[in-house]
Each structure stands twice: as structure tokens, then as C-alpha cells.
């Protein structure tokens, strides 16, 4: 039997892992992918705890966490785009138009 | 045999993740992901998960990596001399920190709580995805109603994003 806490362990490395994606990567479209990472760990976290707490509810969110992935790729690869047009870059350090 | 399995798609699934984070390549980038999603998902089967094993599969690596995949050959992006932020190494020190932090609130942590009203043994009986669609139905409806809300939401401001900024020729209005 696998301990809950392993599963907690690689939940919070995967989850570091992207939150570093995130930080330190220049490419939007990265970026974006680390937050896929990022939301991927959250879910082995709702699915551990719903296991070993006998629940069906952390299948539930995770399930809408999943969704909610979805329409966050969709919206953010279509601001890429849009993005992409106006400049030929993705690299966020280049993306400072709102910023006063 | 289920921790040689854990110990396969749990080391995998870090290995890939760092991969994505650290490759040049944005489209080996998005190749790794694909293995974090995989990997990911069988953890959900050691979880007895199989519903969300298969809406990850389907969702994630079917439609949700190929949009990316299709984003990325689309602008045909070329590797960046530097493709780390350029003060990234600002954000290291702080980001070990908050590593150690969270490592000491996972040894600290009980792990305990209030169980809940689905053990395994009665879910395998009826299988999962029988269990997630009559929790999904009864209790979470509302839930259920929003997130096609927002997704609608999501198509419509996908498209008038992405949508042409000049009008077609040839049209009247």
C-alpha cells in the first residue's frame, strides 16, 4: 500500500516544478504548459486525498479542474495569437504594452 | 508490484515535468508534457480513478496538448538563444525556499480527517465512473451547469480573439 504522503510528495515536486516553468521561462506558450503542470499536480492531490479519505468529491473538482484546464488553453493559446500578430513574439519579457 | 508501478510513473512524471520546464525546444517541450499527462494519468488508475483516468487521456493529451501542439507549428516559433527570463535567477532563491516550506509542512502534516461515504471496495463494485456520474448529477448539478457556462464563455472569447481583424472582402456589412 502506497502512503498517502508519497503521492502528496509528488504532487508538491510536480507543482514546484511548474510554478519554476512559470517563473523563469520566456516562451508564453511554456509558460502556459507549466501551468498545465501545475494544475496536473493539484489533481494528484485531489485524487490521493479522495482514495484514502473514502470520497468521491476530490474525483468531482478534479474533474472540473480538468474543464476549466480546457478553457484556459483554448482562451490563452487564442491571446497568443492574437499576440503573435501584432508583434512576431511570444517571449513575455517583450510583452509590456499594459505596463506603465 | 503497485509500488514498482508508483515508482514508475511517479519518477517519470517528475523527470518529464522538468523536462518541459527545461528543454529549448518548444515543441519537445510540449512532447514532454504529453508524458507528464500520461504518466499523471496512471496515477489516477493506482488511485482507482478510472473515470478521470480517461478524461485525462481523452481531454488532456487528445484535445487539450494537440491545441497546443497546433499553436506551436502554427507560429513555427524558432529556439531562443536565451529562452530563460532574463532575471530568472532572482526567482531561484525564493523558489527554494518555498520548496523547503512546503516539504516541511508535508512531514508535519497528520494526513487524517473525517472519511467520507465512498470506501473502495463499495465504489469498485459499481465502478467508478458509475459513482462519479451519480455524485456529479445529485450533489454537484449546479457545479456541473457552471462549468458548461464557462466553457461556453471560453469558445465564444476563443473565437472573437482569434478571430481576423480585418473584415473579408466581398462582404456588404
Known amino acids: ?15 514546484i516544478t511548474g510554478l519554476l516553468g512559470v517563473l523563469i521561462r520566456r516562451n508564453f506558450i511554456i509558460v502556459l504548459m507549466s501551468v498545465e503542470i501545475m494544475l496536473n499536480a493539484a489533481n494528484i492531490n485531489l485524487v490521493a486525498f479522495s482514495h484514502y479519505l473514502e470520497s468521491m468529491a476530490g474525483q468531482l473538482v478534479a474533474l472540473f479542474v480538468i474543464a476549466i484546464a480546457a478553457g484556459e488553453a483554448a482562451v490563452g493559446l487564442a491571446i497568443i495569437i492574437v499576440v503573435f500578430r501584432g508583434k512576431l513574439s511570444t517571449n513575455v519579457d517583450e510583452l509590456n504594452l499594459l505596463k506603465w | 508490484m503497485i509500488a514498482l508501478f508508483f515508482a514508475y510513473f511517479a519518477l517519470v512524471s517528475i523527470a518529464a515535468g522538468v523536462m518541459t520546464v527545461a528543454l529549448k525546444n518548444p515543441v519537445h517541450c510540449g512532447l514532454a508534457l504529453l508524458a507528464v499527462l500520461l504518466h499523471v494519468s496512471g496515477l489516477f488508475i493506482l488511485l482507482n480513478a478510472e473515470f478521470l483516468w480517461a478524461v485525462q487521456v481523452v481531454v488532456y493529451a487528445g484535445a487539450i496538448l494537440v491545441l497546443y501542439l497546433f499553436v506551436l507549428m502554427l507560429l513555427n516559433l524558432k529556439t531562443d538563444e536565451r529562452y530563460f527570463h532574463s532575471s530568472y535567477l532572482y526567482y531561484l532563491g525564493p523558489a527554494g525556499i518555498g520548496s523547503l516550506y512546503v516539504l ?70
Open chain 1, 1 to 15: 500500500m502506497i502512503p498517502l504522503a508519497a503521492y502528496v510528495a509528488v504532487s508538491a515536486i510536480l507543482f
Open chain 2, 104 to 173: 516541511y509542512l508535508l512531514v508535519k502534516s497528520p494526513y487524517a480527517g473525517a472519511k467520507g461515504t465512498a470506501p473502495a471496495v463499495a465504489v469498485l463494485q459499481e465502478g467508478d465512473t458509475a459513482a462519479v456520474g451519480i455524485k456529479m448529477f445529485s450533489d454537484y448539478l449546479l457545479q456541473f451547469e457552471i462549468v458548461g457556462v464557462f466553457l461556453l464563455g471560453a469558445i465564444i472569447g476563443a473565437i472573437v480573439l482569434a478571430k481576423s481583424p480585418k473584415p473579408l472582402e466581398g462582404g456588404k456589412d
